[in-house]
């Protein structure tokens, strides 16, 4: 059974840094291609970060570009979403993504798996 656990998220002021984790169970990053969505209030869910370790590509939204870092830790099958210089409207539910990438679009071709989401208010 596929799980993405996330934890991380919490309250900050502008300008301050948050590191999200996302515990992944029943795959590896070999598999599917992982990374972060976020939903602010009455809006869509958007694509922050993605990385496809078979295809080797890392890519961000051009919000958050130079601003925040995926990772993974391979050993424990976590992916990482550092974020820093955060601003309101960062603010929203993070969540953690698992899907089939696109070497094409260097990004998810089907997103499969989807975490609970973790709450991040950013405070002016």
């Known amino acids: 059974e596929v799980q993405l656990v996330e934890s991380g998220g919490g309250l900050v002021q502008a300008g301050g840094s948050l590191r999200l984790s996302c515990a992944a169970s029943?795959?590896?990053?070999?598999?599917?291609?992982i990374g972060w969505f976020r939903q602010a209030p009455g809006e869509e869910r958007e694509g922050v970060s993605y990385f496809s370790k078979s295809d080797g590509i890392t890519n961000y939204a051009d919000l958050v570009k130079g601003r925040f870092t995926i990772s993974t830790d391979n050993a424990k099958n976590t992916v990482y979403l550092q974020m820093n210089s955060l601003e309101p409207d960062d603010t929203g539910v993070y969540y953690c993504?698992?899907?089939?990438?696109?070497?094409?679009?260097?990004?998810?071709?089907?997103?499969?798996?989807w975490g609970q989401g973790t709450q991040v208010t950013v405070s002016s």
């Open positions: 993504a698992a899907g089939k990438p696109s070497i094409d679009l260097g990004w998810w071709a089907t997103i499969d798996y």
């Open positions: 029943g795959f590896t990053f070999d598999d599917y291609a």
